[in-house]
């Protein structure tokens, strides 16, 4: 079973789209992340959920809205896409609270065109 | 605020050789550190983790790591490169009871060499 699973994988659309990508992890962690990985590799993190509750929320667009309908689960909503969130986002999730490594998702590669 | 500083955004070794990845910290209290590598369009699988117990740390795929307070450094060494190395390396920094985020260094990228 994998551990932190993603929807889709691959995801292309046109500007000015809605699209949202799916995560879930089956490790019974409290607390999930969303990072951005850009074109030059470099990773971000975007927001952080502890047990549904955000509790970190980057300098992200305000177009961009989590949300945790529980523990296990982490959506990502992207409203009205410009070519600049072309990129690789990651899922993760971690056990307890600033302890211990992040496992992460396979990612979802979105193209914006 | 805490950060990560890898130098060298690519690193080049022939095979058999061995392995440094150069990762330096800031940070204003104890830190975890971590490293993960990530393959081609993969996620990020850890590598190995410092938590405060030993300095020197082992993780998988025969790489190590050496916690130097004193330096702010948590290198990533490897005796012997394998051509199954060549992958992106990430060092990765997160403060004890502090901030939930990972916040990771720019990445280094491996190349093997036959």
């Known amino acids: 079973d994998t551990a932190v699973s993603q929807t889709p994988k691959y995801l292309v659309t046109q500007m000015g789209n809605d699209k949202s990508i799916k995560c879930e992890q089956n490790?019974?962690?409290?607390?999930m992340y969303w990072y951005k990985q850009d074109s030059k590799k470099f990773l971000k993190i975007m927001f952080s959920y502890n047990n549904k509750e955000l509790i970190i929320n980057e300098t992200v667009p305000n177009r961009f809205s989590p949300k945790s309908p529980d523990k296990a689960h982490l959506n990502l909503h992207i409203n009205s896409l410009e070519l600049g969130d072309s990129a690789v986002y990651f899922c993760?999730?971690?056990?307890?609270?600033?302890?211990?490594?992040?496992?992460f998702g396979q990612g979802t590669r979105l193209t914006v065109v | 605020a805490q950060s990560v500083t890898q130098l060298g955004s690519h690193v080049s070794v022939s095979e058999g050789a061995l392995v440094l990845l150069r990762c330096n910290y800031s940070?204003?209290?104890?830190?975890?550190l971590f490293w993960y590598v990530q393959y081609p369009n993969q996620g990020l699988q850890l590598l190995l983790k410092y938590t405060s117990a030993a300095t020197l740390v082992k993780g998988i795929n025969g790489f190590e790591a050496e916690f130097k307070k004193s330096e702010t450094s948590f290198h990533l060494t490897k005796p012997s490169a394998h051509m199954s190395d060549a992958a992106e390396y990430f060092c990765a920094v997160r403060n004890q009871g502090g901030s939930e985020k990972l916040v990771f260094g720019k990445g280094t990228k491996l190349t093997v060499n036959p």
């Open positions: 993760a999730s971690s056990q307890a609270r600033g302890t211990t490594e992040a496992f």
């Open positions: 940070s204003s209290v104890p830190p975890y």
């Open positions: 490790l019974g962690h409290d607390t």
